[in-house]
């Protein structure tokens, strides 16, 4: 859907009422503001405001209404809501009142990011995997089970979860091509098939969310761990894949705020390469793997981030 019109008429048809206009924080914190169905109209035309001075990575802002602006084609209804007079999210984009983009605006800097690679005549396509954790709760989290890597149930006891995450994210348009128990006790793996940079981490935040749902309405509580993005690049690959291997090290001093870091590359050939972050806004893990093998040193991608979210990730 790419109007206004088409998206009122998939509302009215679907029974969608309310409308969660979404973004990120600074630090990968999906936000929101809900509004009923018929104000998407106003959403479109002006935006939604909203006080950012309450936002990680915002609050610097002098001006502190900002708003949000809705990407037409990011619709999709909230599978986990009621059935009837049912609840939808679309993404969005963070502006100012002038209507320009915000600089902290995340997965605008990511889109960027994918400009510039396509003006090098790079193309990248993304898979990923992501690792999470069931813990079960009742003073204090315990892993959800004892089970180890590839197990059955009944020894896999986060199975359950595993498929009821997977039909929801299908139910989404967002395909899981496979699923298993990890390592850990409690610890769980879905993996995802290529797509482009952003539709990867769009998909990185919507899981997420998945997760958490599927969880606490099994009494039980998830995290994720870590994610691996499998990136495969055409063009002059060799170049990108070299330079984002040689920073890695370089990579590492952005620390994630809350613990998380780089942690390593998987696999490296001709044409692609795995690296796994923890933690990470998908947004800013991504840019900063495509500024890399685009031959910026840290210092360069350092001084490419808006100072509230560089002071947050130095």
């Not at 104000?39 to 939604?48: S, V």
């Not at 870091?261 to 893990?285: L, Y």
Request: charged letters at 25%.
């Amino acid at each position: 859907m790419k109007s206004v019109r088409e998206i009122a008429d998939f509302c009215a048809d679907e029974d969608i009422k309310f409308v969660k206009l979404t973004f990120c924080d600074a630090v990968g914190q999906q936000k929101n503001v809900s509004i009923p169905a018929g104000e998407l109209e106003r959403a479109f035309e002006y935006g939604i405001a909203f006080d950012a001075s309450a936002i990680r990575g915002f609050e610097n802002e002098t001006h502190s209404d900002l708003f949000l602006s809705p990407e037409p084609d990011t619709l999709t209804i909230l599978p986990w809501r009621p059935e009837k007079q049912r609840v939808a999210r679309i993404l969005c984009s963070v502006r100012r009142p002038d209507g320009s983009i915000h600089e902290c605006d995340t997965r605008s800097l990511l889109k960027k990011a994918v400009r510039e690679a396509e003006n090098a005549g790079l193309y990248l396509s993304v898979g990923a995997e992501n690792k999470f954790t069931v813990y079960g709760t009742d003073s204090r989290l315990f892993p959800a089970d004892n089970a180890a890597y590839l197990d059955l149930e009944p020894e896999d006891g986060c199975c359950d979860i595993r498929r009821q995450v997977c039909l929801m994210l299908e139910s989404m348009g967002i395909p899981v091509n496979r699923s298993n128990h990890g390592l850990a006790a409690g610890q769980n793996s879905l993996g995802f098939g290529g797509m482009s940079v952003l539709r990867a981490a769009d998909t990185m935040m919507t899981t997420l969310t998945a997760i958490k749902v599927i969880a606490a309405e099994n009494e039980l509580y998830a995290e994720t761990g870590h994610i691996t993005y499998d990136i495969n690049v055409s063009g002059d690959s060799g170049s990108f894949i070299r330079s984002t291997a040689g920073r890695l090290a370089e990579l590492k001093r952005f620390f994630v705020p809350g613990g998380g870091a780089w942690k390593d590359i998987t696999r490296m050939d001709s044409s692609s390469i795995k690296v796994t972050a923890i933690g990470a806004n998908p947004f800013i893990a991504l840019m900063l793997i495509i500024y890399a093998g685009l031959g910026n040193d840290v210092g360069s991608i350092y001084n490419r981030l808006p100072k509230p979210i560089a002071d947050l990730y130095s």
